[in-house]
T-cell receptor, first 115, second 111 residues
Framework: KAGVTQTPRYLIKTRGQQVTLSCSPISGHRSVSWYQQTPGQGLQFLFEYFSETQRNKGNFPGRFSGRQFSNSRSEMNVSTLELGDSALYLC??????????????FGPGTRLTVT | GENVEQHPSTLSVQEGDSAVIKCTYSDSASNYFPWYKQELGKGPQLIIDIRSNVGEKKDQRIAVTLNKTAKHFSLHITETQPEDSAVYFCAASRGNTPLVFGKGTRLSVIA
């Protein structure tokens, strides 16, 4: 079974631009979570989607948004990019959003650099 | 909200020795505690997890222990090998809440 895939793997953007990242979960997984990983702050939760609905949201500004499609694929968007948005953005999928099927499996991430 | 502290931040061991990484959590309602291994250029890989209804879980050279009273859990790696070198993260959640991660431990296994 294929793992979580994320595209693109690397991105370089300029301050003020916007960016869209894509995540395809493991087949059969309906929950997709997004995390930002930086050396200073570690892994921080952005949001989670389950069956096209946002279930949880982390403490990030409204410039960060996401959505999930009927096939469980998810996208996240960052508008008006700032230098501090440079990070590794990780997507994780799980069978369910709660209970014993909560094990999350991560993709390889998208490395975003803002200049 | 939940807060997870992880120690040490770096750990060097000789090949064949054991490695122990410890985490403490603040939310007594947390009931799910996974451990992830992240190698350079890759996403975190789930290596073992434990739920609050058990005190210990083993998988070959890896074991995790949980002390709910003290609110801490630990990862034990025995007979370490060079390929165990990576960054290890602990996390905690209530099961329907987002994972809260520790800051990570960089483990170096010296051949």
């Amino acid at each position: 079974k294929a793992g979580v895939t994320q595209t693109p793997r690397y991105l370089i953007k300029t301050r003020g631009q916007q960016v869209t990242l894509s995540c395809s979960p493991i087949s059969g997984h309906r929950s997709v979570s997004w995390y930002q990983q930086t050396p200073g702050q570690g892994l921080q939760f952005l949001f989670e989607y389950f069956s096209e609905t946002q279930r949880n949201k982390g403490n990030f500004p409204g410039r960060f948004s996401g959505r999930q499609f009927s096939n469980s694929r998810s996208e996240m968007n960052v508008s008006t990019l700032e230098l501090g948005d440079s990070a590794l953005y990780l997507c994780a999928s799980s069978l369910a959003s709660s209970g014993s099927q909560r094990e999350q499996y991560f993709g390889p991430g998208t490395r975003l650099t803002v200049t | 909200g939940e807060n997870v502290e992880q120690h040490p931040s770096t750990l060097s061991v000789q090949e064949g020795d054991s490695a122990v990484i410890k985490c403490t959590y603040s939310d007594s309602a947390s009931n799910y505690f996974p451990w992830y291994k992240q190698e350079l250029g890759k996403g975190p890989q789930l290596i073992i997890d434990i739920r609050s209804n058990v005190g210990e879980k083993k998988d070959q050279r890896i074991a995790v222990t949980l002390n709910k009273t003290a609110k801490h859990f630990s990862l034990h790696i025995t007979e370490t090998q060079p390929e165990d070198s990576a960054v290890y993260f602990c996390a905690a959640s209530r099961g329907n809440t987002p994972l809260v991660f520790g800051k990570g431990t960089r483990l170096s296994v010296i051949a």
